[in-house]
């Protein structure tokens, strides 16, 4: 939810923008003048207040609303124990994965054997945590940036590991735009970097149309993981051999 400080400091760009002098603003809310300016200097106020002031200015409080809560920093990274709720409870991480694809409501129920009770729920819960801002009707907005990556060892990731990684790679990889390349090399210590960072940028990449895809209808869309690595690392049973 937008905070007040928030909602004050756009007020105050809407009262310069309307070009309305604090003395205008004051003979509205039945005001000192003095009262006003340190009111919005303060940058906090209850949001009754903020509502008078709206209507003063002749704006919509939700829409005010709105567009601050959009204005607001988009997460990179959950924390380690945000990651960790939603990993605890297989349902919650169903949903969880499902809302990166901004899926709706009746999506989810449509595809999974989960009640609509048990998705109002775990929308609540991810709302809770911080990756989305539940709003009426069981719609929400993602509070997710275009580059989020889960933490590379934190409990998603361990997750990933102990039980799904096998049936991952378990796969051909041969269907319609799959694929697996396994490539080994000796390279430069000074380069290296540079190739993880390349990997970086195809990982934004497709995160990238992503998002933008999400406009279109799902008949057009189809499911795919990228799991890209790279590491300083020799198979165990050659590590043995070593002299």
């Not at 509502?51 to 959950?78: G, M, S, T």
């Not at 275009?146 to 590991?161: A, L, S």
């Not at 735009?177 to 960072?197: I, K």
């Amino acid at each position: 939810m937008s905070t007040t400080v928030d909602l004050v400091l756009a007020l105050k760009a809407e009262l310069k923008n309307a070009k309305m002098t604090y003395a205008d603003l004051a003979r509205s809310l039945d005001m000192a003048e003095s009262s006003v300016k340190r009111m919005l200097a303060k940058g906090d106020m209850p949001l009754s207040r903020v509502d008078a002031i709206c209507r003063a200015l002749k704006i919509d409080f939700a829409e005010l609303a709105r567009r601050v809560a959009d204005a607001q920093p988009l997460i990179k990274e959950l924390t380690h124990e945000q990651e960790k709720a939603v990993v605890k409870d297989k349902k919650l991480l169903l949903v969880a994965i499902n809302v990166l694809s901004q899926w709706t409501l009746e999506q989810i129920t449509s595809a999974y054997r989960i009640t609509e009770a048990e998705c109002i729920s775990c929308f609540a819960q991810l709302d809770r945590i911080g990756i989305i801002e539940l709003k009426s009707m069981n719609r929400y907005r993602l509070k997710l940036a275009k580059t989020f990556r889960w933490r590379p060892n934190g409990p998603f990731m361990e997750f990933f590991r102990d039980h799904v990684v096998l049936d991952y790679f378990r796969g051909g990889f041969d269907g319609q735009a799959e694929g697996l390349m396994l490539v080994h090399g000796t390279v430069s210590r000074a380069l290296a970097p540079s190739f993880r960072e390349r990997l970086q940028r195809v990982a934004q990449d497709f995160a990238q149309q992503h998002q933008t895809d999400q406009k279109l209808a799902p008949k057009d869309l189809e499911g795919y993981t990228l799991v890209l690595g790279m590491r300083n690392w020799e198979f165990e049973g050659f590590t043995r051999l070593r002299r």
